[in-house]
């Protein structure tokens, strides 16, 4: 007899750099599946680039999925991050359309909860809508000091 949660599916908690700029910095391979992978991911991209804004996304994301996780509910997460393409538009959504895919073959979803770090990542909602719901949006505003 499978878990309740399980027989479901799972809750991802998507992270997208439509720019791909995981990839032009760090030369790193999406989709990027799980808590540790994206933890080791996004301190290289820190690393390489301290003001990237995508980083600050993927920490987010890793943030919300250990605090979902923690509540030892029936539900089961996944934190997965996905790229598109630095020529943007149709190449960046055709990218994030085929990793989705992929993904959705191996780790049955029942929804998303996107991660983003700005509106331009908001034009993926329809394309992620319209092969699983999106549950929830998480736009992550970077603070800065007022000095």
């Known amino acids: ?3 309740p949660g399980r027989a479901r599916g799972k809750t991802l908690i998507l992270c997208i750099d439509r720019d791909d700029d995981i990839g032009k910095k760090t030369k790193i391979e999406t989709p990027i599946i799980s808590r540790d992978n994206n933890l080791k991911s996004a301190v290289n991209l820190a690393l390489v680039d301290p003001e990237e804004a ?3 996304a993927m920490f987010a994301a ?3 999925f250990d605090r979902l996780s923690a509540k030892n509910n ?3 997460y ?3 991050t996905m790229s598109g393409s630095p020529l943007g538009g149709i190449e960046a959504d055709r990218r994030i359309v085929h990793q989705l895919e992929s993904v959705l073959e191996s780790i049955p979803a029942r929804g998303v909860i996107l991660v983003t770090d700005g509106f331009a990542d908001d034009s993926v909602i329809p394309i992620i809508q319209s092969r699983v719901p999106i549950t929830s949006i998480h736009h992550v505003i970077v603070k800065h000091s007022e000095r």
Do not use: P
């Open 1 to 3: 007899m499978s878990e």
């Open 54 to 56: 995508d980083s600050n």
């Open 62 to 64: 890793i943030n919300l």
């Open 74 to 76: 029936d539900e089961s």
């Open 78 to 80: 996944e934190i997965i």
